[in-house]
């Protein structure tokens, strides 16, 4: 692995098709994520609480249905991207992700118009087959845009731009709100798509075809040397089992902080716009360390960092709240930012490590699946279950401390799970070596 960014070779040769592609991927997969994080994951329970009047409980069920749909859907337009060798035909993958694209901007427009459960449903369906198709599509865009070597860097910016964003602005996390945001940023990324798809523009129509060729070179991830990582090897089932925990804790914890004033007001919505701005910047710079260790380590030493991380987190969250309740004098009227700084910090490493290692653990005849199988399982599914097991929490009136401390518990289970492995796996190793020599 070459340490230096591939990036400013092209730029000083002048290879501009090839930096362009650069800042395609970044543009959509930025956009893309923070379409996710916010207008889903939050817009999404506000539009069915709030707007429909729908209970906490329905409302994790239906977003369960969502994220089960999505991932049956994304399974499906993975396999099949593969199998007809669409993974490898950059024009067929970006009229793909513009008829997706076109499909959330409507959906986008309509929601806050809902006010009936049926409708809500139908919005659900709708949206799942969307954002099925769309995952393995975006991901595997990274084949043909974006060179080994530089995936971690780019993942970090990616990272970066979206957490600041969404940190930064808007105040008001509300279906309201996300639409009107979205909807005007989402207009001129429809026209731009629909311009480039059309094949009418002589020198877009250059471009891509440049850039078409480029999964020849850019293909083969960096896990898959000197042998491709195979959909049913535990070299791949490994990181899947790890990012789905890494998704469940980070969501089961989250969702409870975000429901307590006392905690989300001194953070994530806390009405200084210096305290976002704060946590903004950490989301960036965490982002940035994170694309730093993912180039210059393997990935099991970014994992054992986010889980540690987490289990920091929830250690000083849990003991914040033990002080509140024994020595009300001293809590002060709230957690101290360190808290949610350091969670940011966690959430942008564990973030960067998810969009740089599924086209890793890929070739281009494996992405479409392997992107499938990663983002549906191990971010969807491990999400939502993890939202239905808090509201589930919630529900029965379990504690806000004894909640963050099954978080915690969690955490760091599997931090020690990753190190028992890992020592395992060296042990194996050296005996092996022993029984050769």
């Known amino acids: 692995m070459q340490p230096h960014v591939r990036l400013l070779e092209y730029v000083r040769r002048g290879e501009w098709a090839t930096v362009v592609g650069y800042v395609l991927f970044v543009v959509l997969m930025a956009a893309g994520y923070y379409y996710n994080i916010t207008f889903v994951q939050l817009g999404l329970i506000d539009l069915g609480v709030r707007l429909v009047g729908m209970t906490r409980a329905q409302v994790s069920m239906w977003m369960a249905g969502l994220a089960l749909l999505t991932f049956v859907t994304a399974i499906v337009a993975g396999v099949t991207m593969d199998r007809r060798d669409w993974s490898t035909d950059l024009p067929m993958k970006l009229r793909l992700l513009f008829a997706v694209v076109v499909v959330q901007f409507v959906l986008t427009v309509v929601?806050?118009?809902i006010r009936s459960v049926p409708a809500f449903g139908a919005w659900i369906v709708v949206g799942s087959l969307s954002l099925g198709v769309g995952f393995p599509v975006s991901f595997s865009l990274a084949i043909d845009l974006i060179p080994v070597p530089d995936r971690g860097h780019v993942a970090a910016v990616i990272t970066a731009v979206t957490y600041f964003a969404a940190n930064a602005y808007p105040l008001d996390w509300s279906i309201d709100v996300f639409s009107q945001l979205l909807t005007a940023a989402m207009l001129p990324g429809v026209v731009v798509l629909g311009v480039l798809v059309s094949e009418r523009v002589g020198v877009l129509n250059d471009l891509l075809d440049q850039l078409a060729d480029q999964h020849e070179q850019f293909g083969t991830g960096r896990f898959c040397h000197p042998n491709p990582v195979g959909t049913r090897t535990l070299a791949f089932w490994s990181p899947v089992v790890l990012m789905f925990g890494?998704?469940?804790?980070?969501?089961?914890g989250f969702l409870r902080i975000i429901e307590t004033p006392a905690l989300v007001l001194s953070s994530w919505q806390s009405p200084e716009l210096s305290t976002r701005l704060a946590i903004a910047v950490v989301h960036a710079v965490g982002a940035l360390?994170?694309?730093?260790?993912?180039?210059n380590f393997d990935r099991n030493g970014l994992f054992l960092w986010?889980?540690?991380?987490?289990s920091l987190t929830y250690v000083l969250y849990t003991t914040d709240l033990r002080v509140a309740t024994l020595f009300p004098g001293l809590a002060g009227g709230g957690?101290?930012?360190?808290?949610?700084?350091?969670?940011s910090l966690t959430v942008s490493f564990y973030t960067t490590l998810n969009f740089a290692l599924w086209p890793d653990l890929s070739t281009a005849e494996t992405i479409g699946t392997h992107s499938a199988i990663g983002i549906g399982m191990?971010?969807?599914l491990a999400t939502f279950l993890s939202t239905a097991v808090s509201l589930y929490l919630d529900a029965t009136e379990v504690g806000l401390l004894s909640h963050l401390n099954?978080?915690?518990?969690?955490?760091?289970l599997l931090f020690v799970g990753l190190v028992v492995g890992l020592y395992g796996k060296q042990v194996l190793r050296y005996a092996r070596e022993g029984q050769a020599g």
């Open 406 to 412: 099954l978080v915690n518990a969690l955490a760091l």
């Open 289 to 295: 360390m994170a694309g730093v260790l993912y180039v």
């Open 378 to 380: 191990a971010g969807w």
């Open 335 to 343: 957690t101290s930012i360190l808290n949610p700084l350091l969670y």
């Open 306 to 310: 986010v889980f540690a991380l987490f």
């Open 111 to 113: 929601a806050p118009h």
């Open 246 to 252: 890494v998704f469940f804790v980070d969501s089961l």
